[in-house]
């Protein structure tokens, strides 16, 4: 991977590591993505501007934030997360990606 994914292209890979591995805590699921998704030391270190924090985790922060808004994950108990029924149907749907517009599609967001 040449740069790092945004935060909209984690939202599926998110969802297919916790269709795979159930509960993780925001530290496997780190893991787990930086893996499945073969992105580089050096990329990972890349910082914001401000240098406070790196560039990927602020990206998977946000994903988690809006696939939790919409239902499609959810926070069972403090740094945890987990897919949920609706996370796994839309999964079942194929999506090639998820965007805002599949977002949209759910009340809670």
């Known amino acids: 991977m040449n740069e790092l994914p945004k935060y909209n292209e984690l939202m599926l890979p998110v969802l297919m590591v916790l269709e795979e591995k159930g509960l993780q805590s925001n530290h496997e699921l780190r893991v787990a ?3 499945s998704l ?7 270190e890349e910082r914001l ?3 406070t924090q790196r560039i990927f985790d ?3 922060g946000w994903a988690r934030t809006y696939l939790a808004k919409a239902g499609l ?3 069972p108990k403090r740094a945890t997360v987990e897919i949920t029924e609706e ?6 749907e194929n999506p090639q990606t998820i965007d805002l517009a599949i977002l ?3 009340e809670g967001f």
């Open 33 to 35: 993505l930086i893996s």
């Open 38 to 44: 073969q992105i580089s030391d050096e990329l990972l």
């Open 49 to 51: 501007p401000s240098g």
């Open 58 to 60: 602020g990206r998977l």
């Open 73 to 75: 994950i959810t926070r």
């Open 87 to 92: 996370g796994r149907r839309l999964l079942r």
């Open 104 to 106: 949209k599609r759910y």
